[in-house]
T-cell receptor, first 113, second 113 residues
Framework: DAKTTQPNSMESNEEEPVHLPCNHS???????IHWYRQLPSQGPEYVIH???SNVNNRMASLAIAEDRKSSTLILHRATLRDAAVYYC??????????????FGTGTSLTVIP | EAGVTQSPTHLIKTRGQQATLRCSPI?????VYWYQQALGLGLQFLLW???????NRGNFPPRFSGRQFPNYSSELNVNALELEDSALYLC????????????FGQGTRLTVV
């Protein structure tokens, strides 16, 4: 499985934008980029996913580099509720592997009031 | 709509015993996934069930097993418990194995003493 590299931790001030980077230099053409987050004492929750084009939803935006070797999750206005561990995951839809995501250690985001 | 429910919330067992963890997926979801999250480690994929069959398993010994029932609920069994099996066990479900989003439960905290 292709691997991802994320910073261990990041800090952001409340109500400011947050850019969470992810490197995936060995990504294949059929790998989707998924982001999940895990709030304290909870199971992970889906944030966003994309293949090639930038994506937006109510939670966040996903910016994907033109060569797809990196991506950035953008939280437009961080709130205290956004403090969580954010996981960047690659999923190869061609391998029919279902949702058996391979989570790394993720980025622990601290939001400062 | 009810989310993924897991029981029990907490479980304390003695080394060598067996533990049974249960998961009820979201209504209509046929795929169930099990993950282990040990302290200080990321989420490790354990098992994937779809339509009542085991589709794939992660790199865990055979004493980790499970099944999926006709109503798509699932059990995870851990035999011959070892101290290092102490972890948060998370269950996730998705409408099918192809679905892009997985929904996680709150987890069962297993402590082996």
């Amino acid at each position: 499985d292709a691997k991802t590299t994320q910073p261990n931790s990041m800090e952001s001030n409340e109500e400011e934008p947050v850019h969470l980077p992810c490197n995936h230099s060995t990504i294949s053409g059929t790998d989707y980029i998924h982001w999940y987050r895990q709030l304290p004492s909870q199971g992970p929750e889906y944030v966003i996913h994309g293949l090639t084009s930038n994506v937006n939803n109510r939670m966040a935006s996903l910016a994907i580099a033109e060569d797809r070797k990196s991506s950035t999750l953008i939280l437009h206005r961080a709130t205290l509720r956004d403090a969580a561990v954010y996981y960047c995951i690659l999923r190869d839809v061609i391998e029919h592997t279902g949702n058996q995501f391979y989570f790394g250690t993720g980025t622990s985001l601290t939001v400062i009031p | 709509e009810a989310g993924v429910t897991q029981s029990p919330t907490h479980l304390i067992k003695t080394r060598g015993q067996q533990a049974t963890l249960r998961c009820s997926p979201i209504s209509g979801h046929t795929s169930v996934y099990w993950y282990q999250q040990a302290l200080g480690l990321g989420l490790q994929f354990l098992l994937w069930y779809d339509e009542g069959e085991e589709r794939n398993r992660g790199n865990f010994p055979p004493r980790f097993s499970g099944r999926q029932f006709p109503n798509y609920s699932s059990e995870l069994n851990v035999n011959a418990l070892e101290l290092e099996d102490s972890a948060l066990y998370l269950c996730a479900s998705s409408p099918t194995g192809w679905s892009t989003e997985a929904f996680f439960g709150q987890g069962t905290r297993l402590t082996v003493v």
